[in-house]
């Protein structure tokens, strides 16, 4: 069983982790609308991601006797400015959510809460791979600039994530 003071916290990021999957979802109806359709199926399976991420911790606090609480989501960004600026948001969110899992291993650890340390660890090593993609992908958007062919190639490039399995 966790305590109190871990529950919430549990509970914090499970509604953080749904907020993402809302957010991601956001980016792929904006790539959508500027028909950049592999950039929106790009999102569309990190938002999936993030839902999967969140149905985690709603399966861990049960497990562990504890109480799922649900939260209002926020409404998520819907413009950016270009593709560039959405993945410059993607990276931002990332590094944010990696210092939400940081937060929440500092408290397992002050809580001598060994069970959710060890759960946690999942996500320390998902948030390093969350950042890598992140920074691969914002840096070949910035490689191409303005260049409508490298974007084009780029947009068929991220079609395929989801089909690799």
């Known amino acids: 069983m966790v305590n109190e003071k871990m529950e919430a916290a549990l509970n914090a990021q499970l509604n ?36 999967d991420h969140g149905m985690k911790f709603y399966d861990y606090i049960i497990r562990r006797g504890a109480r799922v609480t649900l939260t209002t989501i926020d409404a998520p960004q819907t ?27 500092n408290l397992a650890i002050e809580e001598k809460d060994h069970a959710t ?22 840096a070949k958007l910035k490689l191409a600039g303005d ?6 190639k780029l947009n068929e490039e991220l079609a395929g994530r989801g089909t690799e399995e």
């Open 16 to 51: 953080a982790e749904v907020y993402s999957g809302y957010l991601y979802l956001s980016m792929a109806a904006y790539f959508e609308d500027i028909d950049l359709s592999g950039f929106a199926n790009w999102m569309r399976v990190q938002a999936t991601e993030e839902l």
């Open 79 to 105: 413009e950016w400015d270009s593709p560039l600026s959405a993945f410059e948001h993607v990276l931002e969110h990332e590094q944010m959510v990696t210092g939400l899992i940081d937060d929440l291993v």
């Open 117 to 138: 340390n060890n759960f946690l660890q999942w996500f320390v090593e998902e948030q390093v791979e969350e950042e890598e993609n992140a920074m691969d992908n914002l």
């Open 147 to 152: 260049n409508k062919s490298i974007l084009y």
